[in-house]
């Protein structure tokens, strides 16, 4: 799949090939948010609840130098290895190393975007290791060898039937059989087999305490429980923004994070280690990433509030009506469109654009990070560090032109309609990207401007 | 603070007196009429035109004006929007209020006029600027209207004046219900304002978005099209003829008899006028 060299525009208009599809994803999506909105309307408290998550993630983003630190220096205590990475690559080295150490070829990893982020599966396996996603979703994809489409669901795109017939190419179950209950069922058997023979558990971290040095993961499959508990070695990757400062906090933050995300009450499982068992390792990779840059990013910072819910994908109707791999990074949607540009803004610069501005994902984002916003300004700054197109650039230029003059636009306007009236055929055409499936409005014989002409004396 | 009724004909507003300028018969409203209603949608601004002068409000429309600016600033082009700026600093410094028939346009003047030489001008108009029906409900508190509309409508809620103006509350948030365009279509006689599966799902217009992603911005669009037409619209109608610009293309280009109409235009009871 040849992402790179399209843009979201582009991208979507292959997904609204198949309308039905389309129907299909954005139906499935907004039951999600059905949920949600059933769920958090039970809580009375909830807007509070969002307020008070925002202002602790404040506080963390403000003295992250301190809280690692102290997460680092509590976690060492309980007898963890801790490693700092400053980017993906030095993040996955240490991955390989400590597999080399203990001589192992094959890993079981339980969902982490941050691997995703990082293209850790790729790097291992170029260096054959085999590394099997213990989540359904994420083994579902890894079979079709696709990104996820979403943070929360990452095989939302597949419909049943596909997912049936990619277990009958690799898991061996009948052809034609996609009931869930019994694809789940062999799902289990086939992921049994890796959790007991499987040496080395990666996990991803959903909050890290600083004042105990635990982590928690949160899974509703039990899948990250089943590869650490059953493993020799427990690797947790962190991005460093995961950190809470109290263990008290960790009651905001789980009663918020399922209810966004899937409209329950809280994930099945919410896993907290602290140390290793009794002859396990245990190792925590705390990874930068680019997230140091967007701390400095003042008017982006507060993107590092997030949580990983995945419900501004949900809410969002652009991204439920192209799909998360429209969006051609590991972060899809709209939280997607504000981190991704920090990574590298000439690739994502199109990704601020794929969205209509209309403020639903900040209203459902349970730490209020101001999306829709932030969107709004990468935008400024994207097209000041001249990634827009010369042919946007050159209709800009002609808008402004116009419409910073009253005679230019008075004139215009005129000729305009006049046109459009006289020789419809200028702007009815396949060159107009509105005409296409829209007609263009009726153009009336007069302006506003020119009625009031006539009709008032100003 | 000492309240007032005033009576203008069959419309009664209970105004706030609280020294001249919101005395509704002493205040002077500057009428900023966005580009494209100006040129594609002059109904819609006579509607809210005539509704204001019957309202008792003297009301003023600056020919020298032009655009807002935000096509050009959710373009990423913001700083190509100091002539606009300027102009409408020049156009509307003067007035007691400003108000315009669009939710998007208002809110991009409250959240983004700037003007380096007139920063008080600037923030003068950015305070005082409203989308017509909560300059109705909120300054002029418009409390019954004469208009009948016998006819089964649709209420578009559009993401600007709703999210961003807050005239109405949001299907996200927990938070007591309440809508200011709603509140005001209820004061007219025999209209039937259809239900609607998703209350306040965008419609896909989202300014150069609608050509930039011309098959996500009309699939949105087709979708809440459905959604009115599902539920036995006859018309559709909201604060931002933007969006209804977008719905209607939909509309006729399916050959649907359904219009769309200016909310003006259904308050003032002209929804035939030009």
């Not at chain 1, 995945?310 to 981190?339: D, E, F, K």
């Not at chain 1, 000439?346 to 900040?362: I, Q």
């Not at chain 2, 809210?48 to 008792?56: A, S, T, W």
């Amino acid at each position: 799949m040849n992402n790179e060299v399209k843009d979201h525009a582009a991208l979507a208009d292959i997904f609204n090939a198949d309308e039905d599809r389309v129907n299909w994803h954005d139906e499935t999506l907004w039951w999600i948010r059905a949920k949600r909105d059933k769920a958090v309307h039970n809580i009375p408290g909830w807007e509070e609840l969002r307020e008070t998550a925002s202002q602790i993630k404040n506080n963390v983003l403000s003295n992250l130098d301190k809280y690692l630190v102290q997460f680092e220096a509590h976690a060492k205590a309980n007898g963890v290895t801790v490693h700092w990475a400053a980017n993906g690559k030095e993040h996955n080295k240490i991955v390989h190393d400590i597999l080399t150490r203990h001589n192992v070829n094959r890993m079981v990893k339980s969902k982490s975007m941050l691997t995703e982020e990082l293209h850790l599966n790729e790097y291992l396996a170029e260096n054959g290791i085999d590394v099997i996603d213990s989540d359904l979703g994420e083994r579902i994809v890894q079979l079709a060898k696709e990104p996820p489409s979403h943070i929360v669901l990452p095989c939302i795109h597949k419909k049943k039937e596909e997912i049936g017939e990619l277990f009958h190419q690799y898991l061996g179950t009948p052809a034609g059989n996609a009931d869930p209950q019994f694809l789940t069922e062999t799902a289990r058997h086939h992921l049994r087999e890796t959790f007991l023979t499987r040496k080395v558990a990666l996990t991803g971290v959903n909050f890290a305490i600083a004042e105990t040095g635990e982590f928690v993961v949160c899974t509703n499959e039990g899948n990250a429980d089943m590869g650490a508990h059953l493993a020799d070695v427990h690797i947790a990757s962190m991005g460093f923004e995961k950190i809470i400062p109290e263990r008290k906090h960790l009651g905001v933050f789980l009663r918020l994070l399922t209810r966004s995300a899937t409209g329950q009450p809280i994930t099945t499982y919410s896993s907290h280690f602290s140390k290793p068992r009794d002859g396990q390792e245990m190792h925590i990779i705390i990874v930068d990433n680019g997230r140091s840059v967007q701390l400095g990013r003042e008017e982006f910072r507060n993107s590092l509030k997030c949580i990983r819910c995945g419900a501004c994908m949900n809410t969002c109707p652009v991204y439920r009506r192209s799909g998360g791999h429209s969006y051609h990074n590991a972060i899809s949607g709209p939280i997607g469109a504000i981190l991704a540009p920090n990574l590298d803004m000439e690739k994502y610069a199109d990704l601020p654009f794929a969205s209509t501005l209309c403020g639903s994902c900040s209203n459902v984002c349970p730490v209020k990070i101001d999306i829709h916003d932030q969107l709004y300004k990468w935008r400024q700054v994207i097209v000041k560090n001249g990634y827009a197109t010369t042919a946007k650039k050159a209709s800009m230029q002609v808008m402004t032109f116009t419409l910073s003059s009253p005679a230019v636009y008075h004139t215009g306007g005129k000729v305009g309609r006049w046109f459009m009236r006289h020789a419809p055929f200028a702007v009815n055409n396949k060159l107009n990207p509105w005409y296409k499936q829209r007609d263009m409005p009726e153009p009336p014989k007069e302006s506003f401007g020119e009625w009031y002409a006539k009709n008032r004396k100003g | 603070m000492i309240f007032k009724v005033y009576f203008c004909h069959h419309y009664s507003i209970a105004g706030i007196y609280a020294g001249d300028i919101n005395h509704p018969n002493i205040m002077t409203v500057g009428l900023f009429i966005p580009c494209y209603v100006d040129q594609f949608y002059p109904g819609a601004a006579i509607a809210c035109l005539e509704l204001l002068e019957k309202l008792g409000v003297t009301v003023v429309y600056p020919k020298n004006q032009t655009c807002c600016g935000q096509p050009m600033a959710n373009s990423g082009f913001e700083h190509l929007t100091h002539g606009c700026n300027e102009l409408f600093i020049k156009n509307f410094a003067e007035f007691d209020y400003i108000v315009a028939p669009s939710g998007s346009c208002v809110l991009h003047i409250r959240d983004h006029l700037h003007d380096d030489a007139h920063p008080d001008k600037a923030a003068h108009i950015s305070s005082r600027i409203y989308e017509f029906t909560s300059f109705l409900t909120d300054v002029l508190k418009v409390q019954s209207l004469p208009s009948k509309f016998p006819h089964k409508v649709g209420m578009h809620q559009s993401c600007h004046g709703q999210r961003g103006l807050h005239l109405s509350s949001m299907s996200e948030l927990v938070a007591p219900g309440f809508s200011k365009p709603g509140s005001l279509l209820n004061m007219v006689e025999g209209i039937e304002i259809v239900p609607l599966s998703r209350v306040d799902e965008c419609c896909g217009f989202g300014g150069t978005f609608c050509v930039a992603e011309e098959s996500v911005s009309v699939k949105m669009g087709k979708d809440r099209v459905t959604d009115h037409l599902g539920h036995g619209a006859e018309y559709i109608t909201g604060v931002d003829m933007s969006c209804l610009m977008h719905m209607e293309g939909i509309l006729n280009r399916q050959g649907s008899k359904v219009k769309v109409l200016h909310i003006a235009q259904i308050l003032n009871g002209s929804p035939l006028a030009p």
